[in-house]
């Protein structure tokens, strides 16, 4: 199969999920003689929604002078000035998410066995990263100021990764899980989001883009053994993202760079299991 379809790159993440849930069952019946264990991998999965978005739209001028980029025919075009357009209460689709995550927290015991101090068994890192569709379901707008009603549809998605400094507690103590089984914990930390969006303001308004943002997310981890547990977790990420695109927006007959700032606020509910050593 070659490597550089599609169906390659699934059939490869197809089978990496499937190892790690293989090891990630097998734990169930295998007993480690170290401590219990406080660096862990998991897989989890939910829904998840985001709020109305209002994106803003910032067309620039060309200089008299300017050669048009390369999508555009080549020529001298007349100064052009535009007002920003704007769209309000743009409704983001409802989404599956799926992600894995990797984390440690700095207790004595589990595999790295450093000597931390006592109070470090609550404090942790996490690595989390989700995929989801980011899409707009078709809608009437109006484009502000010039009035002009459409039809407005969005098709895309988002890649983020998630820095996380972590907090958790444990409760029900025991000789296998000596911190706990039932460990609620909190997370919050800087995202790096690579987002592509594909929009039908004009013919060619496709982009993707890499922006900062930030996630929180508080969940209740359950310690089926000291090598396994599941999860419940909500999520919360805020993102200002950017597009940049060159094409003729909202009927106009010039092209047109016609960057596009939107905020997502988005939410989820995932659960999940994870395999800890």
């Known amino acids: 199969m070659p490597r550089n379809t599609p169906e390659y790159f699934f059939k490869r993440t ?19 003689t170290f401590g219990w264990a406080e660096l862990h991998v998991g897989l989890y999965l939910g829904p ?9 739209w910032e067309a620039r001028k060309y200089a ?6 390369q999508s555009a025919p080549r020529g001298i075009y007349p100064p052009l000035t535009f007002p920003a357009f704007t769209a309000n209460n743009i409704s983001v689709e409802p989404s599956l998410m799926v992600g894995g995550k990797f984390g440690y927290w700095f207790s004595r015991e589990g595999a790295l066995r450093a000597n931390y101090p006592s109070f470090m068994k609550y404090i942790g890192l ?31 998605f988002m890649v983020t990764a998630a820095f996380l400094v ?22 919050i930390g800087p ?29 209740l981890r359950y310690m089926v053994r000291k ?3 599941i999860n419940a977790e909500f999520k919360y990420r ?40």
């Open 14 to 32: 197809f089978i990496a999920i499937t190892l790690i849930l293989l090891a990630i069952l097998g734990s169930l019946f295998w007993d480690p």
């Open 48 to 56: 998840n929604f985001g709020l109305n978005t209002n994106p803003r």
């Open 64 to 69: 008299a002078t300017e050669i048009r980029p």
């Open 126 to 156: 996490e690595l989390d990263i989700s995929y989801n569709a980011l899409n707009w379901s078709r809608q009437g707008v109006v484009i502000s100021p010039i009035g002009y009603g459409m039809q407005i549809e969005n098709s895309g």
């Open 166 to 187: 972590m907090g958790r507690y444990g409760f029900l103590p025991d000789k296998e899980v000596p911190f706990g089984r039932l460990q609620p914990y909190l997370g």
């Open 191 to 219: 995202t790096i989001v690579f987002t592509k969006t594909s929009l039908n303001i004009g013919p060619d308004y496709q982009s993707t883009e890499g922006d900062f943002g930030f996630m929180v997310e508080t969940g």
């Open 227 to 229: 090598n396994f547990s």
């Open 238 to 277: 805020y993102l200002q993202a950017h597009v940049d695109a060159d094409s003729r927006v909202f009927g106009m007959p010039y092209w047109l760079y016609a960057p596009m700032a939107t905020t997502y606020n988005l939410f989820s509910l995932t659960v999940g299991v994870a395999y800890h050593f």
